[in-house]
């Protein structure tokens, strides 16, 4: 049984930074994709960051570009979000989230799409204060 548990949100003031965490369990989150979503309150989930599990490759949202950055630590299972220069428009709830199946399953920018991931996080709040 695959596990995501998402920790690090709070209650911040604009510009400040905050790294979420999000530890894995049940299988190495390097061999599969991992991303990073976001949904405020009234809008739909979006695709924040993600990390492909060999190459490491890293695709940021081009609303985060620049301010957000995801990496990983293949000795602790877990995979990070830094984030800096944070927004009012940042606040929401995020979700870290990895695919069923291996990156040779997907094509094109599956990574954007939230229906290409098969195993959610319980989600992290993140609230920025103006």
């Known amino acids: 049984q695959v596990q995501l548990v998402e920790s690090g949100g709070g209650l911040v003031q604009a510009g400040d930074s905050l790294r979420l965490s999000c530890a894995a369990s049940g299988r190495s989150p390097f061999t599969y994709f991992m991303g990073w979503f976001r949904q405020a309150p009234g809008k739909e989930r979006e695709f924040v960051s993600g990390i492909s599990p060999r190459s490491g490759n890293t695709y940021h949202a081009d609303s985060v570009k620049g301010r957000f950055t995801i990496s990983r630590d293949n000795a602790k299972n877990t995979v990070y979000l830094q984030m800096n220069s944070l927004k009012p428009e940042d606040t929401a709830v995020y979700y870290c989230?990895?695919?069923?199946?291996?990156?040779?399953?997907?094509?094109?920018?599956?990574?954007?799409?939230?229906?290409?991931?098969?195993?959610w996080g319980q989600g992290t709040q993140v609230t920025v204060s103006s």
């Open positions: 989230a990895t695919t069923r199946y291996t990156a040779a399953f997907y094509s094109g920018d599956f990574y954007l799409k939230g229906s290409s991931y098969y195993y």
